[in-house]
């Protein structure tokens, strides 16, 4: 059997292959409740009945003002919980794992939809129809904005941080309500834990900044906080950027320190990613090598030095190059975003290309003879 197409166990949660969709923003809850609904529905179905592995939610986020658009989803409330199980069922029914990625926006909150230009909100625009607008400001470590343009996010104080890590910890248990048998920590991309770990947004002087163990120590509770309200025998997963991409930020050194640190609290996989912290970053030096796989090494690295499994992403498109990763051992899953877009049923088409048999479903059997 291909290395791709192999089983894969976390805790108790077994995974009928090393094929996981990522978490892809949709900001498509358009009456910015944070409810899913249909699209969200077909979008996370069809990749289920395309035979991945592992679905993943977009970052869904643990509070309001955690929203990067105000369309985003959340799971701030029983409700939303409730509105998250159908889909949840569906996912389940067609083989596939759910998994639910918990997310707060931090700084690059409050913008308009992509396709709306991803601009900030005005005043006015700060509007979601339920809370005040004072209650969706963005928050970071410190304030400093995302980029010129961004709203300036308010610097966390202490109370700030435990309301957070409550925070958390709820959407944890209302993931379990929803039935999802994985969780995704969104520490990556420039959003609010990752922003707690780069000093290059992180200027506190207080037990939650300066250096590394400073600047970890936050996303760190958050991690502890969210294990002990999850089951011990479902698996909890964390997404990084292994670097920023720019001088004087984090990198791939402090990634295998975190990781490390993750392990021992209990984490099971890092999903291993980059940049994201900084508008128009030198994504390396000068350049990106923006090739397929460009960001495998990082996972290889973090699964080899802190002995954790990892997830592999980074323009990984053909099945001989996603097949290769987990061969190698470089990567224990592979995570695809753009090309499961394109194709739902990617998966399938890989396991014939493979040469091994896919899981089709009955209704689209005529179509694979």
């Given at each position: ?50 035979g991945a592995g592992l679905i993943l939610t977009e970052a869904t986020a643990v509070e309001p003002r955690g929203r990067i658009s105000l369309q985003d989803t959340g799971l701030w409330d029983d409700a939303q919980a409730r509105a998250w199980r159908p889909i949840v069922d569906f996912i389940a029914a067609q083989g596939a794992v759910p998994g639910m990625q918990l997310a707060h ?120 906080a969210v294990r002990a309200a999850w089951p011990a025998e479902l698996p909890l997963l964390v997404r990084v950027s292994a670097t920023d991409w720019a001088p004087g930020g984090w990198d791939i050194d402090q990634t295998v320190t975190f990781a490390t640190r993750l392990r021992g609290l209990g984490v099971d996989l890092v999903d291993t990613s980059g940049g994201g912290l900084v ?91």
């Amino acid at each position: 059997m291909p290395h791709l197409l192999e089983p894969l166990t976390l805790r108790s949660v077994w995974i009928r292959n090393r094929i996981a969709m990522s978490p892809m923003c949709q900001y498509s809850s358009e009456a910015r409740d944070g409810m899913p609904g249909i699209w969200h529905l077909q979008h996370l179905g069809a990749r289920a009945v395309g035979g991945a592995g592992l679905i993943l939610t977009e970052a869904t986020a643990v509070e309001p003002r955690g929203r990067i658009s105000l369309q985003d989803t959340g799971l701030w409330d029983d409700a939303q919980a409730r509105a998250w199980r159908p889909i949840v069922d569906f996912i389940a029914a067609q083989g596939a794992v759910p998994g639910m990625q918990l997310a707060h926006a931090g700084r690059k909150a409050a913008t308009h939809r992509p396709w709306e230009g991803g601009h900030a909100l005005a005043d006015e625009e700060l509007d979601d129809g339920v809370h005040a607008p004072a209650d969706l400001e963005p928050v970071g470590p410190s304030a400093v904005p995302y980029h010129e343009n961004s709203r300036i996010p308010h610097a966390l104080d202490l109370d700030g941080l435990e309301e957070l890590r409550l925070a958390w910890a709820a959407a944890a248990r209302r993931a379990l309500a929803a039935g999802f048998q994985v969780i995704e920590l969104h520490m990556a991309h420039g959003y609010l834990l990752h922003s707690f770990l780069s000093p290059l947004a992180n200027h506190r002087d207080d037990a939650y900044g300066g250096d590394l163990e400073g600047r970890m120590r936050f996303p760190l509770e958050v991690t502890a906080a969210v294990r002990a309200a999850w089951p011990a025998e479902l698996p909890l997963l964390v997404r990084v950027s292994a670097t920023d991409w720019a001088p004087g930020g984090w990198d791939i050194d402090q990634t295998v320190t975190f990781a490390t640190r993750l392990r021992g609290l209990g984490v099971d996989l890092v999903d291993t990613s980059g940049g994201g912290l900084v508008p128009l970053a030198a994504l390396g030096l000068p350049d990106p090598p923006l090739v397929p796989g460009y960001l495998v090494p990082f996972a290889e690295r973090i699964r080899r030095e802190a002995g954790v499994a990892t997830a592999a992403v980074g323009l990984i498109t053909t099945p001989e190059d996603a097949d290769a990763v987990v061969a190698r051992g470089q990567a224990d899953l592979v995570m695809l975003g753009r090309a499961l877009l394109r194709d739902p049923y990617w998966p399938l088409h890989t396991a014939r290309v493979l040469g091994a048999e896919p899981p089709i479903p009955p209704q689209y059997l005529r179509a694979f003879r």
